[in-house]
């Protein structure tokens, strides 16, 4: 990763167990507490650690988010948002729009289709090819996208991004 520009990291939660109370309430299985955990050691070795990162309410997104942190041992308290689980790609982006001028790794954990929708919007065309070809083969859960973009939080919109690498967590 260059020193220039800002980092996104958008990832779908980790793998869930298929029925709960409500789906809100649906936790990680064994398999995707793993997942995630292996996608933090991942980020940490492609150094893209996050300075601030929004979390879907949900069970699952929110567990998700733990794994990760503790495997990339980061001690970032997450910013819940409920708005999040049940965004279209469009009000993820204003979501993101609020993160800290200051940082410039930003995260980013909620559902599908909205995260897949997400990294296709703002990516502008010239993805790595072997990352565009791995997002455009699907975004299972535990997968995650580092996108580099252009300018500040606040003026984030669609085709300012660029897709630079992908990562689906397999622990």
Known sequence: MSDEGRRLVVMRHAKAEPVAASDHDRRLTARGARDAAEAGEWARSAGVLPGHVFVSTAARAHETWSAFSAAAD???????????????????IEVLRTAPA????????????????????????????AAFAEVAAGFPTGALAVLEVRGEWADLSMAEARIVDFHVGRG
């Not at 819940?80 to 009000?91: E, F, N, R, T, V």
């Not at 997400?118 to 790595?128: F, I, P, S, W």
């Open 74 to 92: 980061l001690d970032v308290v997450p910013q819940l948002d409920a708005a999040l689980y049940s965004a279209g790609p469009d009000a993820a």
């Open 102 to 129: 200051s940082e410039t790794v930003v995260m980013i954990v909620g559902h599908n289709p909205t995260m897949a929708q997400l990294v296709h919007l703002l990516d502008d065309g010239g993805a790595e090819p």
